[in-house]
């Protein structure tokens, strides 16, 4: 039901854009996020964008450097990220998010991505 893509080897300051698309069923009115989980860590929030009015939220080590949109015709959400550094180096989710909970917590979404790895080299 969803499907991230873009991932892939970039240097330290390079930019990549990750998309996530979806089933019209999985994305409509959805409220949606990004989460990565860097080699023996715990997976974490990254950013979060609300279906209605497309307001973002980001974790404090992405903010200013990437940017969640999302195209509700095409059913497509997407990351840009700026700047890179290599503890962005991780495999990066695309999620939904159930309504009326916490975007930045794991428990919170209910349909995952499979992942699209990313790797910063310095």
């Known amino acids: 039901q969803l499907q991230a893509s873009g991932g892939g080897l970039v240097q330290a300051g390079g930019s990549l854009r990750l998309s996530c698309a979806a089933s019209p069923a999985t994305f409509n009115t959805a409220h949606m996020g990004w989460f990565r989980q860097a080699p023996g860590k715990e997976r974490e929030f990254v950013a979060s964008?609300?279906?209605?009015?497309?307001?973002?939220r980001y974790a404090d080590s992405v903010k200013g450097r990437f940017t969640i949109s999302r195209s509700n015709a095409k059913n497509t959400m997407y990351l840009q990220m700026n700047t890179l550094k290599p503890e962005d180096t991780a495999v990066y989710f695309c999620a939904r998010k159930r309504p009326g909970l916490d975007s930045a917590r794991m428990g919170s979404y209910d349909v995952w991505g499979q992942g699209t790895q990313v790797t910063v080299s310095s």
């Open positions: 964008i609300v279906w209605r009015d497309s307001k973002a």
